[in-house]
């Protein structure tokens, strides 16, 4: 009995933990600092200057993104074609990734219910 019971706990362990843990891929190719080059909201531009838009996400999970004078640090994951990052003290975002190579990074995302496009180049 105190051998099933056991066994029991070590499974119950084992099935919490891995249901606790978020979904990561981790994706290598997001690695590294972006700049953008153009960002469009319902496929016209904003008239934002994009180049001020950066991003740098590394290894260990860590980002951090800028625009203009506004930075902000946090964590980041990928699942399939989704980006999420979360920067610290806030919510969970999430967008979509559109094309991701080594050069370029496109995703897109709904801000206020308009669906915007930023579209990144790698710079290392």
Not at 57 to 76: H, I, K, L, P, V
Not at 86 to 100: D, M, S
Request: aromatic content about 8%; overall charge positive; glycine content about 8%.
């Amino acid at each position: 009995m105190k051998k099933q019971t056991c066994i029991w706990t070590i499974a119950l362990l084992v099935l919490a933990n891995t249901a606790c843990k978020r979904e990561n891929d981790n994706n290598p190719a997001l690695h590294g600092k972006w700049q953008g080059v153009e960002w469009l909201a319902s496929g016209k531009s904003l008239g934002q200057d994009a180049a001020q838009v950066m991003f740098e996400f590394q290894a260990d999970g860590n980002y951090s993104a800028g625009f203009g004078d506004q930075q902000e640090r946090g964590t980041w994951r990928t699942v399939k074609e989704k980006l999420y990052t979360q920067a610290t003290g806030k919510q969970e975002i999430v967008v979509r990734i559109l094309q991701l190579n080594d050069n370029t990074l496109k995703f897109e995302m709904n801000r206020g219910g308009r669906q915007e496009t930023i579209e990144l180049k790698k710079l290392q």
